[in-house]
């Protein structure tokens, strides 16, 4: 079926674009690393996926950290997109669990996929994906092996720390100490689950989980998540395209 | 005497003290396997368990207040002596709070606070209590409800958003006593309305207990309050003696009774007991640590959660916490209670509080001990739970190591939250300012 | 902008200077004294200055900033500072100040008292003002005047009726969020009567047609900085039309009162009259009361909780309020700042969000 809307989802480390068709359903889709010149990367990258489709013209919603600098037709937050995106997927009321790169939410979904309700950690590293990825870096594990070693893990090594700075001298130390990469990296799930897990906090009390983002394709994530939420969060297919995907179904207004 | 009631005395005078004696039976007959390493420190003090006791007393009558006798929540600070009269079984959400910190529960119920929206940049202390509250979770098995909030802003203001946030929670009548902060000394008017907030207190618990003050029993109270206070300052006093009898942190642990309990009788035996164990000690040469090489200051609140762990790294390098600024503070009152002017002597003594003194006053204080008490150096712990207490302490650690040339160091941390406490950069600050004792 | 204000003042009028800490002080005693006052409550920003660093980095950014004022000349443009016993880090700022700081000009105090409304806490304001009225009087050089007190009462009731005036029929306006704020907060440091005709001008203006220019919210917090942050609720299609900052809501009196005829009681009857703030801590129980009957009186649909990151006054009513405005399914929000220049992306997403949200509740779509 043909394209009919492209929703963009402009994030601070990546940029996902997606094009629907009549159905909602994604017939073409970008994910790449942000260009710091946000007017010329999403304009390339309208430009290349209207060559794919072979359209001229669509609606564009944009959303995301940059989405008001891409030229677009609608602009909505990311919390109004992600719900409509996940609603969209999943067809379900709940709680919708969104772990970026450098924030998080937690966004309550009513009816029709409107938002109810929600809460962003958006001040400290510490609950993002960014925690992760700081102290992986320094840890020197690539992000492809980091599901399956965590996994590995017999124990799990508690990493105090509030802020991601200390907890990466923590982590330094424990290596030092000598304790298995493996326990540390469960440990670092741990701590990054908690941390969603208080922000979800009241939010997610008594409702069916959702999960999406990029550090939902790691499996140890989710596992950890479900550890601490009480309860195994159900991810979003495609997790990291359902904020696009909300914008372009909010500018076709479907 | 209605059931609830006579529960509560079976509890106080049968079952507690024979579960304290059942416990006492058991750690005799367990074998203490030696530690891996030597221990640097004394004997330690006989008088630690008979502390447990009464506070383990304390709160196991606590579990049958309720219905019983009336029950007040009270800040530390507050002048409790006005509240023993009507026989009132009094909690300290603050005393609570340090249980809890020390057994590491804070985070726990912290969480449950933050679930519902506090801060976990405010007191750590209130955000445990309020947890506690919202979850029923405590380590003294039950705390009774209150019918009387009582609290006192002379330790801060901070109580004041607390207990008024209790008071909305409990459905229960908060009586304040705002004590005006004394930049130099306080002006009469200042002093007047501390007294006349005292007769609205007695006011309050009268209603609150529907009988009216028995006036006897008050001057009773402020002769116990100042009998306890004078022997906590004598028991304080023994750490000038070279090598203190006992260690800084005991002395945090020891103040339990004099906060929670002053005003009784069992507060004033307690010291008693505890003074004739420091000054035996000192007779036979006995410290705190065996080799006290170094005498230290604490000021500020201790670190509940640590205080094993940073007590044992002092001591290993022979250094002796033999003065507090915190534990010093409930022995300075003593002077100033005169139970044949209840109300007058009262307003001065808990509004001339260090906490709310301004910031000569505290230098002055820390001068005197540091003179009193031999001290070599000085740790600050830079409380972020406890503003009026941590605010000052950077001009108080340029001045004092100045005038006085000796090492100060600050500690950043939490009193009762372990997750504000950076294990890296206390230990590397402990340790370089213990290299410049040596 | 205010140092020409204060320099005017002092040269042209004679009058003294009196930087004055947040936040709630008995105004209309220094207007009889002929002083003005200057409110401290910025600029917002980072640190900067030399005692930057004198306080730990979890005191709030107002005590920060004062510190700032103070290491900056401000000895040659006030003629004292006076702090309110607002909380403890206004508390500790003030002892700084007065015993470990250089400052050479008086440092006055106000101690307003706390808790309840009851007998002792009257006699004690009572008798607390009259001791900073001679505090005052030190600093002019001059003793108060009973009649001028009088004058004083009466100008500032004018203007508590102007701002009531002006929030209430906020609709009305035809500026902006900021262009109202700014109007208002200018209070901080005009002349009282120079303050009253730059209301009464914008008194003017209102439109008998109000308009209503997006989802009405109300916020509530301690003080409206970054001011930017109302050109993005406005952009977003919100506006403000009912008013709980510790500086502006919470010094306005919810009624004007039939003056008293004694000056000093009128006085004591002006500081009580004002609605519940924690910094004073009368009960929560009051606070939500007189939070919920100004929302419903506004025809707001939304509440905006504005904190600054530190303030403890302000951030243990929070679940509170919270939980009274979700039991009467009010959606709200609630921001924290650090007094900072600009709002954040992540401050203004928030905040846009928010706005969505309620936009899709009232009318049904994205």
């Known amino acids: 079926m043909s394209a009919i809307a492209i929703g963009l989802d402009v994030g601070s480390t990546s940029l996902k674009a997606v094009a629907i068709d009549a159905r909602g359903a994604v017939v073409a889709s970008v994910v790449e690393p942000t260009h710091p010149r946000i007017e010329e990367h999403t304009r390339r990258v309208v430009e290349a996926l209207r060559e794919r489709l072979g359209v001229t ?3 564009i919603g944009a959303t995301g950290y940059g989405r008001k600098r891409a030229a677009a037709d609608k602009v909505l937050t990311e919390i109004t997109c992600h719900a409509r995106g996940a609603f969209h997927q999943l067809g379900v009321l709940g709680v919708l669990i969104d772990i970026g790169g450098q924030d998080s939410k937690v966004i309550r979904i009513g009816e029709g996929g409107s938002v109810l309700d929600f809460a962003m950690n958006d001040k400290c ?11 992986l870096a320094r840890l020197h594990v690539p992000l492809a092996e980091v599901a399956s070693t965590a996994e590995r893990a017999t124990r799990v090594v508690p990493i105090s720390s509030t802020c991601t700075v200390f907890a990466e001298s923590e982590v330094v130390s424990l290596v030092a100490q000598g304790e298995p990469l493996e326990a540390i990296l469960a440990g670092l799930h741990a701590a990054l689950a908690s941390r969603v897990a208080a922000l979800a906090g009241r939010l997610a009390h008594g409702q069916p989980l959702f999960l999406s983002g990029g550090v939902a394709l790691n499996r140890a994530m989710v596992r950890a998540l479900a550890e601490a939420l009480g309860k195994e969060p159900q991810v979003v297919p495609d997790p990291q395209l359902v904020g696009a995907l909300g914008a372009a179904l909010a500018v076709s207004s479907r | 005497m209605s059931v609830r009631r006579l529960q509560y ?47 383990q007393l304390h709160y196991l009558q606590g579990r049958y207040a309720d219905g019983a006798v009336p029950v007040a929540w009270v800040t530390s600070g507050f002048p409790v002596e006005l509240l023993r009269p009507w026989g009132f079984h009094v909690v300290y959400p603050e005393n609570h709070g340090a249980l809890c910190a020390s057994r590491r529960l804070t985070p726990e119920l912290s969480d449950v606070a933050e679930a519902q929206g506090y801060s976990r940049d405010l007191c750590g202390y209130a955000r445990g209590d309020i947890g506690s509250v919202l979850s029923g979770r405590t380590p003294v098995g039950r705390l009774p409800k209150p019918d009387l909030l009582a609290c006192c802003t002379n330790i801060c203001q901070t109580v004041l958003y607390w207990y008024r946030t209790l008071a909305e929670h409990f459905g229960v009548p908060l009586v304040v006593v705002d004590t005006p902060y004394v930049f130099g000394e306080s002006a009469p008017h200042e002093l007047a309305y501390v007294e006349a907030q005292l007769e609205e207190v007695c006011a309050a618990a009268a209603r609150v207990t529907r009988r009216p003050l028995p006036r006897d029993a008050l001057a009773e109270a402020l002769t116990l309050g100042r009998e306890a206070s004078a022997l906590w300052g004598r028991c ?7 090598p203190s009898p006992w260690t800084g942190f005991d002395g945090f642990v020891h103040m339990a009774p004099v906060v929670a309990l002053r005003g009784t009788r069992a507060c004033v035996s307690y010291y008693e007991h505890l003074l004739l164990e420091l000054e035996d000690r000192i007779a036979r040469g006995v410290g705190g640590i065996k080799e006290e090489r170094h005498r230290l200051l604490w000021d500020n609140l201790p670190i509940w959660y640590r205080i094993r762990d940073l007590s044992t790294t002092f001591a290993e390098a022979g250094a002796n916490f033999v003065c507090a600024t915190y534990t010093n503070a409930w022995a300075e009152s003593a002077a100033l209670i005169d139970p044949a002017a209840p109300f007058a002597s009262v307003a001065r003594a808990y509004t001339y509080v260090i906490l709310n003194r301004d910031l000569a006053n505290r230098l002055r204080v820390m001068r005197e001990l540091v003179r009193d008490y031999a001290v070599d150096g000085l740790v600050l712990h830079s409380d972020r739970s406890c503003k009026p207490y941590s605010i000052g302490q950077i001009d108080l650690k340029q001045k004092l190591s100045a005038e006085l040339a000796l090492p100060v160091v600050m500690l950043d941390a939490d009193h009762a939250d372990p997750r504000a406490y950076a294990e890296e950069q206390v230990g590397v600050r402990a340790a370089a300012f213990l290299e410049s004792l040596a | ?37 200057v409110e401290l409550w910025g600029p917002p920003g980072p640190p900067r200055g030399v005692d930057a660093g004198r306080v730990q980095p979890y005191v709030c950014a107002i005590v920060r900033n004062a510190f700032a004022f103070l290491a900056s000349g401000a000895a040659s443009e006030v003629d004292a500072v006076l702090t309110p016993h607002t909380c403890d880090s206004l508390q500790g700022f003030a002892t700084l100040v007065s015993d470990f700081s250089a400052w050479p000009k008086p440092l006055l105090h106000f101690q307003h008292p706390k808790g309840e409304d009851r007998q002792s806490l009257r006699t004690f304001l009572g008798r607390e003002l009259r001791h900073l009225a001679d505090g005052l009087a030190a600093v002019t050089g001059r003793e108060l005047e009973p009649a001028a007190l009088s004058k004083a009462l009466a100008l500032h009731r004018r203007i508590d009726d102007a701002r009531r005036f002006l929030l209430t029929r906020r609709r009305g306006f035809a500026g902006s969020d900021r262009e109202l704020y700014t109007l208002l907060r200018r209070g901080e440091y005009l002349w009282p009567a120079d303050h009253f005709r730059e209301l009464e001008a914008a008194l003017r203006t209102l439109q008998a047609q109000p308009t209503e220019r997006g989802i009405p919210i109300m916020v509530s917090g301690y003080v409206c900085e970054p001011m930017g942050l109302f050109d993005v609720l406005n952009e977003a299609g919100a506006f403000v039309v009912a008013d709980d900052y510790a500086g502006v809501g919470r010094r306005i009196p919810v009624e004007t009162l039939a003056p008293a005829p004694d000056p000093w009681d009128a006085l004591l009857a002006w500081v009580l009259s004002m609605p519940p703030c924690p910094t004073r801590a009368a009960t929560q129980t009051a ?5 919920w009957r100004l929302y419903e009186e506004s025809g707001a649909r939304a509440l905006l909780i504005h904190t600054q990151k530190f303030c403890d006054p302000e951030l243990f009513d929070v679940p509170a309020i919270r939980q009274r405005f979700a039991a009467r399914d009010v959606p709200t929000l609630h921001l924290e700042g650090e007094l900072e220049l600009a709002p954040s992306g992540q401050a203004s997403t928030r905040l846009e969000a928010f706005v969505e949200m309620v936009q899709a509740r009232q009318w049904g779509s994205a």
């Open chain 2, 9 to 55: 005395e079976v509890a106080g005078r049968v079952v507690g003290p024979a579960m304290i004696a059942l416990d006492r039976w058991r750690a005799q007959s367990r074998r203490l396997s030696p530690s891996a390493r030597p221990s640097p420190f004394g004997p330690p003090l006989e008088s630690t368990r008979k502390l447990k006791e009464l506070m």
């Open chain 1, 57 to 59: 013209v669509l609606p």
């Open chain 1, 125 to 135: 590293a510490a609950g993002t994906g960014r925690f992760l990825e700081v102290i």
């Open chain 3, 1 to 37: 902008m205010r140092a020409a204000v204060i320099r005017e003042q002092r040269e042209r009028h004679g009058r003294r200077i009196v930087a004055v800490l947040p936040v709630h002080y008995p105004k209309p005693l220094l207007t009889a004294m002929n002083v003005l006052a």
């Open chain 3, 287 to 291: 606070r939500l009361e007189h939070l």
């Open chain 2, 236 to 242: 304080l006093a023994t750490g000038k003696h070279r």
